[in-house]
């Protein structure tokens, strides 16, 4: 009998999204809890995660109401962190057994961190400039080694990268962000069909094409979410 697991969420957040996509791709059995990030209910941090983020998880203990968090439980915060921890529990799923192999994911992630994810929310949400964006993917492309980031099986280094490039797209599609009218979509225009992105496009497509992100990811509530954020006067 696996230990219980319940994995404290917001369709909104990208970390998030991360590890409800490791889940689902396991299918290791879990209890999903939405928290509104606009109205934290008061028992999340002191009982869940004191620095009061999602993604978070309460593992093992006896079987409680997501509200009621057992102090038996242990309780898991970071979506990196998660994601491994995932893939430990899982038996080997979403983790190569190769070293090499595990360390081409923790080089892709820390990538993932350390240039696309400043780069998105640069461009999106802080008015840098989409050059970061272009720098980032040109950074990234190279370290993708087959059909996923590290060849031809799925692992926590796609489930670490889609939910920002997922979100990412939707700001510039609908041109919806920190930006002048019209920089988005031209911006999106470029992503779209830009000879040297053509690899990233194929390598996003496929990961997009998965049921554990298309299960997991809600466009239409996101796009209206970031259209009331970001609401030009
Ligand atoms: N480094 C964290 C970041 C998580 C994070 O920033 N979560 C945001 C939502 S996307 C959050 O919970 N914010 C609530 C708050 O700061 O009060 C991770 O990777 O899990």
């Known amino acids: 009998m696996p230990e219980t697991l319940t994995l404290y969420t917001a369709k909104l957040c990208p970390y998030a999204q991360r590890v409800e996509i490791a889940l689902a791709e396991t299918k290791l059995p879990f ?6 990030l606009g109205n934290k209910p008061d028992w999340f941090t002191p009982k869940v995660n004191a620095a009061g983020k999602i993604p978070a998880v309460a593992y093992g203990g006896p079987i409680v109401p997501p509200e009621s968090p057992s102090p038996e439980s242990q309780k898991i915060a970071e979506s990196l962190v998660l994601l491994e921890f995932i893939a430990d529990i899982s038996g080997g799923a979403l983790l190569p057994k190769d070293p090499v192999l595990r360390a081409r994911v923790r080089l892709f992630i820390d990538v993932v961190s350390n240039k696309i994810t400043p780069a998105v929310i640069g ?3 802080q008015g840098k400039p989409v050059d970061d964006l272009w720098t980032a993917i040109e950074a ?11 060849g031809d099986e799925f692992t926590i280094a796609d489930a670490a990268l889609i939910p920002f490039i997922a979100r990412g797209k939707i700001v510039l599609k609908y041109d919806i962000g920190k930006f002048e009218v019209g920089v988005g979509l031209k911006a999106y225009e470029i992503l779209q069909t830009d000879p040297r992105f053509e690899k990233f496009r194929r390598y996003i497509a496929d990961v997009e094409a998965r049921d554990s992100f298309k299960n997991t990811f809600d466009e239409e509530y996101l796009k209206e979410w970031y259209t009331t954020r970001f609401a030009r006067n």
Do not use: M, N, S, W
Request: hydrophobic share 50%.
């Open 140 to 150: 990234i492309q190279p370290l993708i080694l087959g059909k996923y980031a590290v």
């Open 123 to 125: 461009f999106a949400f």
């Open 31 to 36: 209890t999903r809890y939405e928290i509104d």
